[in-house]
C-alpha cells in the first residue's frame, strides 16, 4: 500500500511536514485547484491568481525534486470542487493508497471538516504539524497557560531569548527589548520610497490570469496588473531586495502613509510568508544578518523582527487558542453593516478612499492602512465583526484566518474584550493626519471637529468613546481619555453625537460620505 500527501494552497514548502512523511518512490501528493476553497469567501482576484499560479509552479518544482504528483487544476474535466471529493475520486480510481498524510490546515473551518473525511475516503488520516513557524501551538499554550494577560510583548521577549535574535549574553542588543518609540515618523515630504518589485508573468501565469477572468470575474478586484512573485526563487529575491532596499528605512517610516505610496518601505512579503514559499526562519536570519553586517539601524531591525517573531507568531498561537470563540465574540455589540465604500472607494474620506483603492488594485495594503484607517473607522463606526472579517478575509492577498481573525476581532474591533489588546486602537483625524499627508488631499478638514467641513473621525472619534463610556472608564489605559471628556464642553460632545447620528443615518442611506 502506499499513502497520500494533500498539500494546501498555502503549504508551498519543501520542508512541509507532510511531505517528510512520504516516500518519493511509491507516494503520492495530491494537490487541487478547487471551487470550494476559491469562493467559501470571494477572495479577491488577485489572491486567487497568486495562489494557483504559485501552487502550479510548486507542483512542477515538486516534480523536479522527484515527486510523483497528481495536480487538477481549475478546469480539469475531473475536477470534483472541493478537496474531500478530490481526494476521494484519487483515492478509489487508484485503490493503493491506505494512509493521507496532509499538515494542519491554517484555518479552523477547514480542520474541522478534514477530521470528518475518514468515512468518506475510508483511509487512515494523518494530520501533521504545521511547521510553517518558529513556534508550535504548544509553545503558545505553555506560554500562555496561568497567564491573565497574554500580551505580545510578553511572548515576543521570550522567542528573541529561546531562538537568540538580537540577543548579546542573554540580554537584548541595546539593553532594550523594544524600539518602537522611534518608529513613528511621517514621510518627509519630496521623499519617495523605492519602487516594488514586479515580476514578469509566464505562461504559467498568464493562464491562470484568464482562467481568474473568467470564473471568478464577479469578484472583488482589479487584475489588469499582476507582478507578485509566484515561485520560491522570486520570493527571495523579494526579501532579498527588501534587506538593501527597504529595511534601513522600515522603522522609521513603519508607521507613515503617504498620498499614491502604497509600498512605502514595507517588506511586501506577507504573501510568501503565509503560502509557504518563505519560511520565517529565512526571513528572521536575513535580518539577524542585516544586524551583524550593520545593513541598517537596531530600531529598524527590531520592528522588523517584532513583526514576524512576535506579532505573526503571537496572532497564530493566539488563534488556535481562542477558536472557536473568537470568530463569535462581539464584546463591543457592534451591529452596523459595512459601507459600500469598502467594496468601491466611493466616499469623500480621502483616507479611506486610498486605502481601498490600493487594496482593490493591489490586493495589498499596509499594517497602519488596514489598522489606522480602516480598521480605526470599522471600530469608531460599530461595524459588525461578521461583516468585517468577511471583507478583509476577502480583500488582502495574505488573508487566512489565523492571521486575519485575531488581528480584525482582536486588534482592531475589540470583539474578543481585550483578550489581545489592552485598550482599543481607537484614533480621532489628528492620528492619520500626523503619521501621512493624507488630510492635505481631503474635501474634510481635520482640525475641525463638528459641521459639514469636520473630518468625520474627529466626532465618530467622540461619539465612540462616549457610547462606552461604561465599557472603558475604568481601564487605567484609557482615564487620561475620560479625564479630557470630562473637561470638555458638554455642548460640543452633543454636537458630535449629533453629527455622528446624521454620518450614521447617510451612511444608512448609503448616500456618499
Ligand atoms: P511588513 O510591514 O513589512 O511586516 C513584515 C511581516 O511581519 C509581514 O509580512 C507579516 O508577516 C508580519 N506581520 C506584521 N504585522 C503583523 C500582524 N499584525 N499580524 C501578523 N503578522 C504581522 N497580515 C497577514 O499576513 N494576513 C492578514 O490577513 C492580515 N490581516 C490584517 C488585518 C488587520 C485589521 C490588521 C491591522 C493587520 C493585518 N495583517 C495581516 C498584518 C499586517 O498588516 C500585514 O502582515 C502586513 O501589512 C503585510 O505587509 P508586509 O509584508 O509589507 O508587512
Ligand atoms: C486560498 C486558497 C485558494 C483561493 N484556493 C485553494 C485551492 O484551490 N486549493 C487549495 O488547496 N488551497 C487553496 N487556497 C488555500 C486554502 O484556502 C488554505 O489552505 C486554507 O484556507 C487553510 O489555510
Ligand atoms: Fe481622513 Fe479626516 Fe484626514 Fe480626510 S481629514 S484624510 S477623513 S483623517
Same mark, same amino acid.
Given at each position: 500500500?502506499?499513502?497520500?500527501?494533500?498539500?494546501?494552497?498555502d503549504q508551498?514548502?519543501?520542508?512541509?511536514?507532510?511531505?517528510?512523511?512520504?516516500?518519493?518512490?511509491?507516494?503520492?501528493?495530491?494537490?487541487?485547484?478547487?471551487?470550494?476553497?476559491?469562493?467559501?469567501?470571494?477572495?479577491?482576484?488577485?489572491?486567487?491568481?497568486?495562489?494557483?499560479?504559485?501552487?502550479?509552479?510548486?507542483?512542477?518544482?515538486?516534480?523536479?525534486?522527484?515527486?510523483?504528483?497528481?495536480?487538477?487544476?481549475?478546469?480539469?474535466?475531473?475536477?470534483?470542487?472541493?478537496?474531500?471529493?478530490?481526494?476521494?475520486?484519487?483515492?478509489?480510481?487508484?485503490?493503493?493508497?491506505?494512509?493521507?498524510?496532509?499538515?494542519?490546515?491554517?484555518?479552523?473551518?477547514?480542520?474541522?471538516?478534514?477530521?470528518?473525511?475518514?468515512?468518506?475516503?475510508?483511509?487512515?488520516?494523518?494530520?501533521?504539524?504545521?511547521?510553517?513557524?518558529?513556534?508550535?501551538?504548544?509553545?503558545?499554550?505553555?506560554?500562555?497557560?496561568?497567564?491573565?494577560?497574554l500580551?505580545?510583548?510578553?511572548?515576543?521577549?521570550?522567542?528573541?531569548?529561546?531562538?537568540?535574535?538580537?540577543?548579546?549574553?542573554?540580554?537584548?542588543?541595546?539593553?532594550?527589548?523594544?524600539?518602537?518609540?522611534?518608529?513613528?515618523?511621517?514621510?518627509?515630504?519630496?521623499?519617495?520610497?523605492?519602487?516594488?518589485?514586479?515580476?514578469?508573468?509566464?505562461?504559467?501565469?498568464?493562464?491562470?490570469?484568464?482562467?481568474?477572468?473568467?470564473?471568478?470575474?464577479?469578484?472583488?478586484?482589479?487584475?489588469?496588473?499582476?507582478?507578485?512573485?509566484?515561485?520560491?526563487? &522570486?520570493? %527571495?529575491? /523579494? =526579501?532579498? #531586495? +527588501?534587506?538593501?532596499?527597504?529595511?534601513?528605512?522600515?522603522?522609521?517610516?513603519?508607521?507613515?502613509?503617504?498620498?499614491?505610496?502604497?509600498?512605502?518601505y514595507?517588506?511586501?512579503?506577507?504573501?510568501?510568508?503565509?503560502?509557504?514559499?518563505?519560511?520565517?526562519?529565512?526571513?528572521?536570519?536575513?535580518?539577524?544578518?542585516?544586524?551583524?553586517?550593520?545593513?541598517?539601524?537596531?530600531?529598524?531591525?527590531?520592528?522588523?523582527?517584532r513583526?514576524?517573531?512576535?506579532?505573526?507568531?503571537?496572532?497564530?498561537?493566539?488563534?488556535?487558542?481562542?477558536?472557536?470563540?473568537l470568530?463569535?465574540?462581539?464584546?463591543?455589540?457592534a451591529?452596523?453593516?459595512?459601507?459600500?465604500?469598502?467594496?468601491?472607494?466611493?466616499?469623500?474620506?480621502?483616507?479611506?478612499?486610498?486605502?481601498?483603492?490600493?487594496?482593490?488594485?493591489?490586493?495589498?495594503?499596509?499594517?497602519? &492602512?488596514? %489598522?489606522? /484607517? =480602516?480598521? #480605526? +473607522?470599522?471600530?469608531?463606526?460599530?461595524?459588525?465583526?461578521?461583516?468585517?472579517?468577511?471583507?478583509?478575509?476577502?480583500?488582502?492577498?495574505?488573508?487566512?484566518?489565523?492571521?486575519?481573525?485575531?488581528?480584525?476581532?482582536?486588534?482592531?474591533l475589540?470583539?474578543?474584550?481585550?483578550?489581545?489588546?489592552?485598550?482599543?486602537?481607537?484614533?480621532?483625524?489628528?492620528?492619520?493626519?500626523?503619521?501621512?499627508?493624507?488630510?492635505?488631499?481631503?474635501?474634510?478638514s481635520?482640525?475641525?471637529?463638528?459641521?459639514?467641513?469636520?473630518?468625520?473621525?474627529?466626532?465618530?472619534y467622540?461619539?465612540?468613546?462616549?457610547?462606552?463610556?461604561?465599557?472603558?472608564?475604568?481601564?487605567?489605559?484609557?482615564?487620561?481619555?475620560?479625564?479630557?471628556?470630562?473637561?470638555?464642553?458638554?455642548?460640543?460632545?452633543?454636537?458630535?453625537?449629533?453629527?455622528?447620528?446624521?454620518?450614521?443615518?447617510?451612511?444608512?442611506?448609503?448616500?456618499?460620505?
Open positions: 500500500m502506499a499513502a497520500l500527501c494533500l498539500l494546501l494552497g508551498l514548502n519543501l520542508s512541509m511536514s507532510s511531505l517528510a512523511k512520504i516516500n518519493k518512490e511509491k507516494d503520492y501528493v495530491i494537490m487541487a485547484e478547487v471551487n470550494s476553497e476559491a469562493t467559501y469567501v470571494k477572495h479577491h482576484k488577485q489572491k486567487i491568481a497568486f495562489v494557483f499560479s504559485a501552487m502550479r509552479h510548486f507542483a512542477e518544482l515538486l516534480k523536479e525534486e522527484g515527486y510523483k504528483v497528481h495536480y487538477v487544476d481549475y478546469l480539469h474535466e475531473n475536477n470534483q470542487g472541493s478537496l474531500v471529493s478530490q481526494v476521494q475520486a484519487f483515492v478509489e480510481d487508484n485503490n493503493e493508497f491506505d494512509t493521507l498524510y496532509v499538515a494542519k490546515p491554517g484555518e479552523y473551518r477547514l480542520v474541522k471538516e478534514i477530521e470528518g473525511w475518514s468515512k468518506a475516503l475510508n483511509i487512515e488520516i494523518n494530520i501533521t504539524e504545521d511547521n510553517r513557524f518558529m513556534a508550535t501551538e504548544e509553545d503558545f499554550s505553555n506560554w500562555a497557560s496561568g497567564k491573565k494577560q500580551r505580545m510583548e510578553f511572548f515576543y521577549r521570550e522567542m528573541r531569548k529561546q531562538y537568540g535574535y538580537l540577543m548579546e549574553d542573554k540580554k537584548p542588543v541595546g539593553d532594550k527589548w523594544n524600539y518602537d518609540a522611534d518608529n513613528r515618523k511621517k514621510l518627509p515630504k519630496g521623499q519617495v520610497p523605492p519602487k516594488p518589485d514586479k515580476f514578469d508573468t509566464d505562461d504559467i501565469t498568464k493562464d491562470v490570469i484568464k482562467l481568474v477572468q473568467s470564473e471568478f470575474n464577479e469578484h472583488f478586484g482589479d487584475l489588469n496588473e499582476f507582478h507578485y512573485a509566484v515561485t520560491r526563487e &522570486q520570493a %527571495l529575491l /523579494v =526579501l532579498e #531586495n +527588501f534587506i538593501h532596499q527597504r529595511l534601513e528605512n522600515f522603522g522609521s517610516y513603519q508607521d507613515a502613509m503617504a498620498q499614491d505610496e502604497p509600498w512605502m514595507h517588506s511586501h512579503i506577507s504573501f510568501y510568508l503565509n503560502s509557504g514559499l518563505l519560511h520565517a526562519k529565512e526571513v528572521l536570519d536575513a535580518a539577524q544578518n542585516a544586524y551583524d553586517n550593520q545593513l541598517a539601524p537596531i530600531n529598524a531591525i527590531e520592528g522588523f523582527i513583526q514576524i517573531l512576535g506579532w505573526r507568531e503571537y496572532v497564530r498561537g493566539f488563534y488556535w487558542h481562542f477558536m472557536p470563540k470568530k463569535t465574540d462581539n464584546f463591543l455589540e451591529k452596523r453593516a459595512l459601507p459600500n465604500f469598502y467594496w468601491t472607494a466611493n466616499t469623500d474620506m480621502n483616507c479611506l478612499s486610498q486605502s481601498v483603492k490600493q487594496t482593490k488594485e493591489f490586493a495589498y495594503a499596509h499594517h497602519i &492602512q488596514r %489598522l489606522m /484607517v =480602516l480598521g #480605526n +473607522f470599522a471600530l469608531l463606526a460599530g461595524l459588525h465583526p461578521d461583516e468585517v472579517n468577511e471583507w478583509y478575509l476577502i480583500v488582502y492577498g495574505d488573508a487566512y484566518e489565523w492571521v486575519e481573525l485575531p488581528n480584525v476581532s482582536g486588534m482592531i475589540f470583539s474578543d474584550g481585550g483578550n489581545l489588546a489592552s485598550k482599543p486602537y481607537a484614533a480621532s483625524g489628528s492620528y492619520i493626519n500626523k503619521m501621512s499627508n493624507y488630510c492635505s488631499h481631503c474635501r474634510y481635520v482640525k475641525e471637529k463638528t459641521g459639514e467641513q469636520a473630518c468625520p473621525f474627529n466626532y465618530l467622540w461619539d465612540f468613546i462616549q457610547r462606552h463610556q461604561s465599557r472603558f472608564e475604568r481601564n487605567p489605559r484609557m482615564a487620561m481619555i475620560y479625564r479630557t471628556m470630562s473637561k470638555m464642553d458638554k455642548k460640543q460632545l452633543e454636537y458630535m453625537q449629533d453629527d455622528a447620528s446624521s454620518f450614521f443615518e447617510k451612511l444608512a442611506n448609503n448616500e456618499k460620505v
